[in-house]
């Protein structure tokens, strides 16, 4: 089972990954981001990719449990 982690020492709050998935992620008032659902759907799956992929520190990655 992989899941979303963001390492917040690279987290800049800019808020993309929560715009292009926020059934998976929140941007929250300390200026970082988290992951809500650490057991997205399938069908979310894309759509965390495309997180991954535009997040400008690449500070999102699945992590294996
Ligand atoms: S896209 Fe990356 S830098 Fe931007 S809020 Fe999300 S995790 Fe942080």
Partial sequence: MKKPVIDHDECIGDGICSDLCPEVFELRDDGLAYV???KPDESLHGKV???IEECPTGAIAWAEE
Avoid: F, G, R, T
């Fill in 49 to 51: 990719d495309e997180a």
């Fill in 36 to 38: 809500i659902n650490e």
